[in-house]
C-alpha cells in the first residue's frame, strides 16, 4: 500500500484509542450543554429591555463581533433577517475604516465579544454612542467595558470551555448562538411572525415552496379558460387552445361554476361520431362535479389533490364557487411544489 494512503476506518491512531475520542467527545457535549443550563436563570430584564429596544427600533439591527464572536454574529444577524427583524452584520474591523457609515442613527447595535474588551468592538463605541444608536452587549463578562457602556447587557458566559486548555472559544460560543436564536425566538413570537412570513423570506427554500399558496401560483384574469353553458363543443376547444392549461370552466352569467371540459371529455366526444362539434353543447360534454380548490389552500394540497384523482388541472373557486383562477400541473412544477 502506498505510505500516502489514508489508513481505513478500522485503523487506530498511534497513542489513542478509540474510548478515549469517543469519552472526550461527551465530555465536550456534556460541558457545552451545562453551560446552555446556566444560560436559563440569566434571562431577565436587561433580556427583555433588548427586545424592547430592538421592537422600538425604526431601522434596522446591526450585529457585530470579532473573530469565533464574529461567526456567531454573522449567524444571528441571519437568523434575526428570517424571522422577522431587517438584520445585518458589519465587520468591527472594517467598521473603523469607513463601514461604519453602513449604520444609521436609527439603528440598534448588538455587540458581540466574550471578553467584552475586543479592542476592534471598543474602537467603534463611542462613535455609536455619539450617534445616539441603542446598544446591546453579549459578553461573557457582566463587568467588562463594553458591558457597563451598553443600554442593555445580555449575559453569555460560561462556567469553563470545553477546550481542555481553556482557550478556544467552544462552550463560550455555543451560549452565545442559544442566546442569538432565544433574542430571534422572542422577538418573532412578540411581532406575531407566521409560517407565510417565513416562506415569504424564503422563496427558494423548500419550505417557502412548501408553503406558497394556490394564489401565488395560479392564472387569474383572462388567462382562466371558461365559456358559458350554452357554448358548442367547437367554442369549448377553442377556449382551452388559447389558454393551454388543458381544459376550460364552464359558468353561468355570474360566473358561477357548472362544470368542466377537460381533454378526456373532448376524446370521448370525438369518440362519438354522431356528435356535431358545432351544433352540441358544452354542457352535454362537460364533467358536472369537477374537483377544485379554494385560493387560500397551499399549493402543494393542489398537487395531492392532482396526484390522488389522477387529473392535470383543477380550477379554483371562492366561497360563492365562482371562478377565480386556474393551474396545472405544469404551474406546480415551476413553482417546484412536485
Not at 7 to 35: N, W
Not at 82 to 91: D, E, I, K, L, Y
Not at 250 to 276: K, N, P
Not at 308 to 331: E, M, P, Q, S, W
Amino acid at each position: 500500500m502506498n505510505a500516502r494512503t489514508a489508513p481505513s476506518s478500522d485503523a487506530t491512531l498511534p497513542g489513542h484509542d478509540r474510548a478515549a475520542l469517543v469519552a472526550s467527545a461527551r465530555k465536550v457535549i456534556g460541558i457545552e450543554a451545562r453551560g446552555i443550563d446556566e444560560l436559563a436563570p440569566r434571562i431577565d430584564g436587561d433580556f427583555s429591555k433588548a427586545c424592547q429596544l430592538i421592537l422600538a427600533c425604526p431601522g434596522r439591527v446591526v450585529v457585530s463581533g470579532m473573530g469565533k464572536s464574529g461567526h456567531i454574529a454573522r449567524k444571528t444577524a441571519a437568523t434575526l433577517a428570517s424571522t422577522g427583524t431587517p438584520s445585518f452584520f458589519v465587520h468591527p474591523g472594517e467598521a473603523s475604516h469607513g463601514d461604519i457609515g453602513m449604520i444609521t442613527p436609527d439603528d440598534v447595535v448588538l455587540l458581540l465579544s466574550n471578553s467584552g474588551e475586543t479592542e476592534e468592538i471598543l474602537t467603534i463605541l463611542p462613535f455609536l454612542k455619539r450617534q445616539g444608536n441603542a446598544l446591546i452587549a453579549m459578553t461573557g463578562s457582566p463587568k467588562s467595558t463594553l458591558a457597563r457602556d451598553a443600554d442593555a447587557h445580555l449575559d453569555a458566559s460560561v462556567s469553563n470551555e470545553a477546550c481542555p486548555l481553556g482557550l478556544a472559544p467552544t462552550a463560550s460560543t455555543t451560549a452565545a448562538l442559544v442566546l442569538g436564536d432565544a433574542l430571534a425566538i422572542a422577538l418573532l413570537e412578540a411581532r406575531g411572525f407566521t409560517a407565510d412570513d417565513f416562506a415569504r423570506s424564503h422563496p427558494a427554500g423548500a419550505l417557502g415552496r412548501r408553503l406558497l399558496k394556490i394564489s401565488d401560483v395560479m392564472h387569474t384574469g383572462d388567462a382562466i379558460p371558461s365559456v358559458r353553458s350554452d357554448a358548442t363543443l367547437t367554442e369549448a376547444l377553442m377556449e382551452m387552445s388559447r389558454k393551454g392549461l388543458g381544459m376550460t370552466a364552464i359558468v353561468d352569467d355570474t360566473g358561477v361554476l357548472q362544470g368542466v371540459f377537460t381533454d378526456g371529455d373532448l376524446r370521448r366526444s370525438l369518440d362519438d361520431h354522431a356528435v356535431d362539434m358545432r351544433a352540441t353543447s358544452v354542457s352535454h360534454a362537460m364533467s358536472r362535479h369537477p374537483k377544485v380548490i379554494g385560493p387560500d389552500k397551499l399549493a402543494a394540497e393542489a398537487a395531492q389533490l392532482m396526484e390522488t384523482y389522477k387529473i392535470h388541472a383543477l380550477l379554483v373557486v371562492d366561497v360563492g364557487h365562482h371562478v377565480v383562477g386556474a393551474l396545472n400541473i405544469h404551474d406546480l412544477l415551476r413553482a417546484r411544489v412536485v
